[in-house]
């Protein structure tokens, strides 16, 4: 099974002024963290593909997710040898620098880190493969957090 999280968010539409529904979806796609985002208008016809590929999606639609389904923390459980593969993980995962990198790795085995379940997911996923004993927990998350900008999978997006 796989994991994703889905919204629909209502706006007006450019074309007829009717109510346009736009349905984001976040998932696991390939080993990769996916979304897309599609625009209906049931006043006018009027559908369009805005998105569908690997990334992290724009700030409105992970507002949108985080709104709807609220929050999920990652943190890595037990005491680490070493913060080193969870460092490797971070960097090849979101591509971040070494010191963006230390912190989320120090936030991971402490607070724990917080996004979207998808994100949170991808991410746990990738930590456990290296055996490093991941969890992600759904709720109140907001007492001294640290909230993850997004995951940005290393590898560009290859066509087929
Ligand atoms: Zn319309």
């Known amino acids: 099974m796989e994991t994703g999280q889905t919204v629909r968010v209502t706006a007006r539409c450019s074309e007829c002024g009717g109510t346009t529904v736009r349905q984001v979806n976040q998932f696991i796609h390939c080993d990769d963290l996916w979304w897309d985002a599609e ?3 049931s006043t006018c016809g009027m559908t369009g593909c805005e998105y569908s590929g690997p990334g992290t999606p724009p700030d409105d639609v992970r507002d949108a997710l985080l709104a709807a389904h609220g ?22 995962v979101s591509g971040a620098s070494l010191s963006d990198a230390r912190e989320q790795a ?18 746990g996923a990738r ?4 055996g490093l004993p991941a969890d992600v927990e759904v709720g109140e998350t907001d007492r001294g957090r640290i909230m993850i900008q997004g995951i940005t999978p290393g590898r ?4 087929d």
């Open 127 to 130: 930590l456990r493969r290296r």
């Open 106 to 123: 120090d936030g991971l085995s402490r607070i724990g880190l917080t996004g979207t379940l998808t994100e949170m997911e991808f991410l």
């Open 156 to 159: 560009a997006a290859t066509s």
């Open 71 to 92: 929050p999920a923390r990652l943190r890595v459980v037990g005491p680490l040898p070493s913060l080193v593969p969870v460092l490797k993980v971070l960097r090849e």
């Open 39 to 41: 625009i209906s208008c």
